[in-house]
């Protein structure tokens, strides 16, 4: 498949996103608050960062505000159109990180927790964003945490927010006997 480039709704000339759930700036004159010319936007491809439950996420500038956006939401934004209203985003492998265009689609939020169900993502209780890790994931995060290494790259390991890594690391949400 090739990738293909897609203006982001609203956001005509400054970003684009790809069918394979890429953003991009583009090149661009930047001004300051007076109007005058101080800068010059190469453009080039954004770093997404991952949000709750693992979906990718994006910062967009315009007119001296950030705003952030979820990539799959964008995708479809600019492919298939809007959101009709009472419908979700779902991703069909259950993967919220995989944002090719092939794995969206709208549906209804029973069609999407039918999804999440078949593929075992759905959340269950106060431990809803921990419902894959393993007490033995849980208990070699504690483990290397307590050797350094950073929320962050833990979140990345395992799939879930860094904030999520914080909270196992100091009791808050899954205590053992």
């Given at each position: 498949?090739?990738?293909?480039?897609?203006?982001?709704?609203?956001?005509?000339?400054?970003?684009?996103?790809?069918?394979?759930?890429?953003?991009?700036?583009?090149?661009?004159?930047?001004?300051?608050?007076?109007?005058?010319?101080?800068?010059?936007?190469?453009?080039?491809?954004?770093?997404?960062?991952?949000?709750?439950?693992?979906?990718?996420?994006?910062?967009?500038?315009?007119?001296?505000?950030?705003?952030?956006?979820?990539?799959?939401?964008?995708?479809?934004?600019?492919?298939?159109?809007?959101?009709?209203?009472?419908?979700?985003?779902?991703?069909?492998?259950?993967?919220?990180?995989?944002?090719?265009?092939?794995?969206?689609?709208?549906?209804?939020?029973?069609?999407?927790?039918?999804?999440?169900?078949?593929?075992?993502?759905?959340?269950?209780?106060?431990?809803?964003?921990?419902?894959?890790?393993?007490?033995?994931?849980?208990?070699?995060?504690?483990?290397?945490?307590?050797?350094?290494?950073?929320?962050?790259?833990?979140?990345?390991?395992?799939?879930?927010?860094?904030v999520y890594i914080s909270q196992i690391c100091r009791g808050v949400v899954r205590k053992f006997s």
């Open positions: 498949m090739e990738e293909i480039w897609k203006a982001v709704p609203d956001y005509e000339g400054l970003y684009e996103v790809s069918n394979f759930g890429s953003v991009r700036s583009l090149p661009r004159v930047v001004c300051n608050k007076d109007g005058m010319p101080v800068g010059k936007n190469s453009g080039k491809i954004l770093t997404l960062s991952i949000g709750l439950r693992g979906r990718r996420q994006v910062m967009l500038y315009k007119n001296r505000k950030y705003q952030c956006f979820k990539v799959h939401a964008l995708v479809m934004l600019a492919f298939v159109g809007p959101r009709p209203k009472g419908m979700d985003i779902c991703h069909n492998d259950g993967d919220a990180s995989n944002n090719l265009i092939t794995n969206l689609r709208y549906d209804t939020r029973a069609g999407n927790f039918a999804d999440k169900l078949l593929h075992g993502t759905h959340q269950r209780g106060e431990n809803a964003p921990f419902h894959k890790l393993t007490d033995s994931q849980i208990h070699e995060i504690k483990k290397l945490r307590s050797e350094g290494k950073k929320c962050r790259e833990l979140g990345e390991v395992y799939g879930v927010h860094k």
